[in-house]
C-alpha cells in the first residue's frame, strides 16, 4: 500500500490491530512523508506510527529503496507484522540511477 502521512493516520487503527492479532503474509505501507508541509497542510513524522504500533519502520535513501521494500516485505513476514518504508521529498526528488540490465 502507497499512501501520504495523511493516509497513515487513517490506517492507523488498522495497523495497531493487525499487530496485535498477526498477519499471514508480508505487509508493507510506503508512506510519504511531507516535511514542509509543501503539498498538504500538516507535517508529519510518520516514524511515531513504529513506536505506537510496535512494527519496523525503514528510511532508504535513494539508492537502497528497492532492497529497503525487500527487506520490509521480508521483515513483515519474519514478524508477523506490518512493516512501514517511509520515503520524503528529499527521497523522492533525488536521482535514481539505473537499474543494471
Known amino acids: ?36 508541509a509543501a503539498a498538504s497542510d500538516v507535517v508529519q513524522d510518520s516514524r511515531y506510527y513504529g513506536e505506537v504500533a510496535r512494527v519496523p519502520v525503514l528510511e532508504p535513501d535513494g539508492e537502497t529503496l528497492a ?3 525487500e527487506a520490509a516485505f521480508e521483515a513483515s513476514e519474519e514478524f508477523s507484522r506490518i512493516a512501514i518504508v517511509r520515503v520524503t521529498p528529499d527521497r523522492l526528488d533525488a536521482d535514481v540511477p539505473d537499474a543494471p540490465r
Open 1 to 36: 500500500m502507497i499512501v501520504k502521512h495523511v493516509g497513515l493516520n487513517a490506517c492507523a487503527d488498522p495497523l495497531v490491530h493487525a499487530t496485535a492479532q498477526g498477519l499471514r503474509s508480508g505487509v508493507v505501507v510506503v508512506v510519504g512523508d511531507d516535511l514542509r
Open 67 to 69: 532492497p529497503a521494500i
